[in-house]
């Protein structure tokens, strides 16, 4: 089964227990994910079947939105509710200097993610030197924030937000940043992630409804890679494409970029693989279907 599943992960499992979960259901080998959602968090999952597992650097995830509600006046180890209290200040917010400083992030930033956070560092996770309670220093990254809506008061000092932003962007230490702005201290109460790339809550599974599973919950290679550029075969390259060879860049009517990865599709339009320009041939990165 090649594909990638919607799935509406539920606060207090972990992205890797998802997995796990839909690798018994399915009684799949090879299941991945995309985008880690912290063990708190909801939202849209993005998990991987089989061929689809070698996607992850080529979906391309885009643009993410989420709702999170904002405590201010209390600051937590980890930034979310699981944490412990380490800091409160009684100064309240109001709604209006919230929705300004919010609106007041967008465009590009730089953030430093939350040592609680799935970044990379020196080939371990970040959350895994803090969990050890280890130290470490968190590089700082340039992130987008699109869009920022103010949705309701929910508490004396919590508010819930929407937030449209770039891949890497962490909600957390955005709020974080946001108290800090407000000349107070914050933490996510509620987090949930309603979109990322092409996948939206609102068309997404639960646990439950993946126990039934239909073919209709399987989102193709084809579609997830539909809005990447294609090179396609002439007749006499098919077999060759199918044996997953070298390419000649000359048989493509086409202008080929470099640093450039295409869909190669064969002579009848089928997506087979996916290839980069290496001086006059194109090379396959990765096949998408079992050589013949």
């Known amino acids: 089964?090649?594909?990638?599943?919607?799935?509406?992960?539920?606060?207090?499992?972990?992205?890797?227990?998802?997995?796990?979960?839909?690798?018994?259901?399915?009684?799949?080998?090879?299941?991945?994910?995309?985008?880690?959602?912290?063990?708190?968090?909801?939202?849209?999952?993005?998990?991987?079947?089989?061929?689809?597992?070698?996607?992850?650097?080529?979906?391309?995830?885009?643009?993410?939105?989420?709702?999170?509600?904002?405590?201010?006046?209390?600051?937590?180890?980890?930034?979310?509710?699981?944490?412990?209290?380490?800091?409160?200040?009684?100064?309240?917010?109001?709604?209006?200097?919230?929705?300004?400083?919010?609106?007041?992030?967008?465009?590009?930033?730089?953030?430093?993610?939350?040592?609680?956070?799935?970044?990379h560092i020196n080939g371990k996770r970040a959350y895994d030197y803090a969990y050890a309670g280890k130290d470490v220093e968190l590089p700082k990254r340039k992130v987008v924030i699109y869009n920022t809506e103010l949705l309701a008061k929910t508490d004396e000092n919590s508010y819930l937000v929407k937030v449209k932003c770039s891949k890497g962007c962490y909600i957390r230490s955005f709020c974080e940043d946001v108290a800090k702005k407000l000349s107070t201290v914050g933490y996510v109460s509620v987090l949930i992630r309603t979109v990322t790339g092409m996948f939206s809550i609102d068309k997404s599974i639960t646990i439950d409804e993946l126990q039934d599973f239909k073919p209709e919950f399987l989102t193709s290679l084809e579609e997830v890679l539909k809005n990447m550029d294609s090179l396609q075969v002439n007749k006499e390259l098919d077999n060759a494409l199918y044996n997953g060879n070298k390419l000649p860049v000359s048989s493509f009517k086409k202008e080929i970029n470099q640093n450039t990865v295409y869909r190669i599709l064969d002579s009848d339009n089928q997506l087979w693989a996916l290839g980069e320009k290496d001086g006059d041939i194109i090379r396959i990165k990765q096949m998408l279907r079992d050589k013949l």
């Open 1 to 119: 089964m090649d594909g990638i599943i919607n799935i509406l992960k539920p606060p207090g499992l972990t992205s890797r227990q998802v997995v796990s979960i839909a690798k018994g259901i399915l009684k799949e080998k090879k299941v991945g994910h995309a985008g880690t959602l912290d063990p708190g968090a909801s939202g849209v999952l993005p998990v991987m079947l089989g061929k689809a597992t070698k996607l992850f650097d080529y979906m391309g995830e885009g643009t993410k939105e989420y709702i999170a509600e904002f405590k201010f006046g209390v600051k937590t180890t980890t930034q979310d509710s699981y944490g412990d209290v380490i800091e409160t200040k009684k100064e309240l917010v109001t709604k209006d200097m919230v929705e300004n400083v919010i609106k007041s992030f967008i465009g590009e930033y730089e953030q430093t993610p939350s040592i609680f956070s799935a970044v």
